[in-house]
């Protein structure tokens, strides 16, 4: 019933140049997708800014959404800059209810959310 | 568009996480015929979602035994989500969750589906059956707040 969760782990560069890391999740992020979404996180952590693209994902719930609120705790721990973009602008309001904008900058696009950080 | 005012469509999933979808596509295909807003249609997808997710998780422990109950009725100008479980239902109001809080590891990370649902509906109450037998979330959205 639940699209398996898939997250990919590219490279990018933002505007000076600098090396940033983007976790491309498709499918739903959901109460299962624990591992992977964590999983891939931790293939990141500690090692600079990193963006988090959601164009691919169709239904994240709250259950999906503690688990970005786990990556910005990581994120936070250390200093390390996250920035999100590709929500639809349903999520973007639900990410914005809940807080999570305060921690992470919610973008339109890729470039966008590259420049920010 | 088909009228659908007055009528009622009930649907049983099983409590087993995932199928709130089912719920939510159908509330979503309701809502459509309805004229509801692309946005308000989100809206309630993800208010009938979160849910359903209490209803199986908490209210029937994913005891898969046991169903949800999911009905949508349409009047007017509102529809109308009931969503029913075997549990005994809410003892504590939804709170806004503090996200500060939460990245610092002093509130739970999880715990924002009956703030959603209550940020996303027109309407949200939870009710406890009088006799014990369960307990329902009634969800109420409006046309009206297409113009707001």
Same mark, same amino acid.
């Given at each position: 019933?639940?699209?398996?969760?898939?997250?990919?782990?590219?490279?990018?560069? *933002?505007?000076?140049?600098?090396?940033?890391?983007? !976790?491309?999740?498709? *499918? +739903?992020?959901?109460?299962?997708?624990? /591992?992977?979404?964590?999983?891939?996180?931790?293939?990141?952590? *500690?090692?600079?800014?990193?963006?988090? +693209?959601?164009?691919?994902? +169709?239904?994240?719930?709250?259950? *999906?959404?503690? !688990?970005?609120?786990?990556?910005?705790? /990581?994120?936070?721990?250390?200093?390390?800059?996250?920035?999100?973009?590709? !929500?639809?602008?349903?999520?973007?309001?639900?990410?914005?209810?809940?807080?999570?904008?305060?921690?992470?900058?919610?973008?339109?696009?890729?470039?966008?959310?590259?420049?920010?950080? | 568009?088909?009228?659908?005012?007055?009528?009622? #469509?009930?649907?049983?999933?099983?409590?087993? %996480?995932?199928?709130?979808?089912?719920?939510? @596509?159908?509330?979503?295909?309701?809502?459509? %015929?309805?004229?509801?807003?692309?946005?308000?249609?989100?809206d309630l997808?993800?208010a009938?979602?979160?849910a359903?997710?209490? @209803?199986?998780?908490?209210?029937?422990? %994913?005891?898969?035994?046991?169903?949800?109950? #999911?009905?949508?009725s349409?009047r007017?100008d509102e529809l109308e989500v009931k969503v029913?479980?075997?549990?005994?239902?809410?003892?504590?109001?939804p709170?806004?969750?503090?996200?500060?809080?939460? #990245?610092?590891?002093?509130?739970?990370?999880?715990?924002?589906?009956m703030? %959603?649902i209550q940020a996303l509906v027109d309407e949200a109450e939870w009710v406890?059956?009088?006799?014990?037998?369960?307990?329902y979330v009634r969800l109420v959205i409006r046309l009206d707040k297409?113009?707001?």
């Amino acid at each position: 019933m639940q699209t398996e969760t898939r997250a990919t782990i590219d490279r990018t560069s *933002g505007p000076n140049g600098a090396s940033i890391a983007v !976790l491309r999740f498709s *499918g +739903d992020i959901s109460s299962a997708s624990k /591992e992977p979404v964590l999983g891939a996180w931790q293939n990141v952590a *500690g090692s600079g800014p990193v963006l988090l +693209d959601f164009s691919k994902v +169709d239904y994240i719930n709250s259950s *999906g959404i503690a !688990l970005i609120i786990q990556i910005l705790m /990581e994120a936070d721990k250390t200093g390390q800059k996250v920035a999100a973009f590709g !929500l639809s602008p349903h999520f973007q309001k639900v990410f914005t209810m809940v807080g999570i904008g305060k921690y992470a900058g919610l973008h339109k696009d890729e470039a966008t959310a590259a420049a920010s950080l | 568009m088909v009228e659908t005012t007055g009528t009622s #469509v009930e649907v049983r999933i099983p409590s087993r %996480l995932g199928f709130e979808k089912v719920a939510m @596509a159908t509330a979503a295909s309701v809502a459509r %015929l309805k004229g509801f807003s692309d946005e308000r249609i989100e809206d309630l997808k993800t208010a009938v979602a979160e849910a359903c997710i209490n @209803a199986i998780e908490h209210g029937n422990q %994913l005891n898969e035994k046991l169903s949800v109950g #999911v009905i949508l009725s349409t009047r007017a100008d509102e529809l109308e989500v009931k969503v029913m479980d075997n549990g005994a239902g809410i003892s504590k109001p939804p709170h806004k969750p503090d996200i500060d809080r939460k #990245v610092h590891g002093e509130e739970d990370a999880r715990g924002m589906g009956m703030f %959603l649902i209550q940020a996303l509906v027109d309407e949200a109450e939870w009710v406890r059956d009088s006799k014990g037998k369960g307990s329902y979330v009634r969800l109420v959205i409006r046309l009206d707040k297409e113009n707001e």
